[in-house]
Each structure stands twice: as C-alpha cells, then as structure tokens.
C-alpha cells in the first residue's frame, strides 16, 4: 500500500512540476512596475499609477482592474479639449507586444473610490489588474501623500 501512495505521489509531484513552467511561462510576458497610490484624505477618491510592461510577441488589453481594499475602481483617461482637460472613462488599454503603457499623471490613472477600510500614506493597496489574454497580476501598490510622487 504503501509503495503504490509513494509512486502515486511520485506521478503527482512531476505532473506539477510539468504543469508549473508553463503557468509561469504564460503569465510571464506581462508585469507591473512602480505601482503606487496617491492618497487624498476624507474618503476623497485616490488616484492609482503603474507601468505595464509586455514582453509577449501579442500586444494585450487591461480589461478589467478589481480591489479587495476600494469598492470600485475604474481606468480613466486626461482628454485634452483646447485649453481644457476632463477625465473619461475607458473600458480598456493596450499594453503594445513588447512596450509599456504608462498609467501615469497627466494620462491614464485608475479611479479609486470608497476605501472599504482606513487608508493612509505608508500603507500597501493590492488591485487585481485583468488582461484580455486570461493574465491577472496581483499588484501591490504603494500608498503615497499627495505632496509626493
């Protein structure tokens, strides 16, 4: 009994080790960069920024961004009108096949609002940023004042 749980655990170990390269592999061309959080005080929404970087051969689409710590978080987009700007929101980004997109000031940023619990500067946000290939990163994201960058 015993030698037919060792080979069975054998068989199990490998299938894992077979199974695990290519999860890596999968989720390996994307990765976020230099995530952080500039926080505004009394439950004012915060505004969330990071460097999407594919290293894939397919350029791929930010679809979806969720967060156990705000209840709602949306991509928006600075539009420039002549001498005015709005923020719009978008649906999706395209992070191009072996660039960047820069979710940064000034351009792209994720909306966050509604804290679920107290957030302050020095503290650590996860969001879950979802892309049209099936890849989630869990990214943490630093929480920083509004004097700091």
Not at 110 to 125: F, N, Q, R, W, Y
């Amino acid at each position: 009994m015993t030698m037919k749980l060792k080979s069975l655990t054998a068989a199990l170990a490998c299938t894992i080790a077979a199974l695990a390269p290519a999860a890596q592999a999968a989720g390996a061309a994307l990765s976020a960069q230099n995530a952080w959080v500039r926080w505004l005080p009394n439950d004012l929404p915060a505004a969330g920024y990071v460097t999407l970087r594919n290293d894939g051969e397919q350029s791929v689409d930010l679809v979806d961004i969720s967060s156990d710590d705000y209840a709602m978080v949306m991509l928006h987009q600075t539009v420039s009108n002549g001498s005015t700007q709005q923020m719009v929101m978008v649906h999706q980004a395209t992070v191009p096949a072996h660039g960047t997109l820069a979710i940064a000031p000034g351009g792209y940023h994720l909306m966050l609002e509604h804290a679920k619990h107290k957030v302050a500067p020095g503290d650590t946000v996860h969001m879950k940023l979802k892309f049209s290939d099936g890849t989630t990163l869990d990214t943490p994201f630093a929480v920083k004042p509004p004097s700091q960058q």
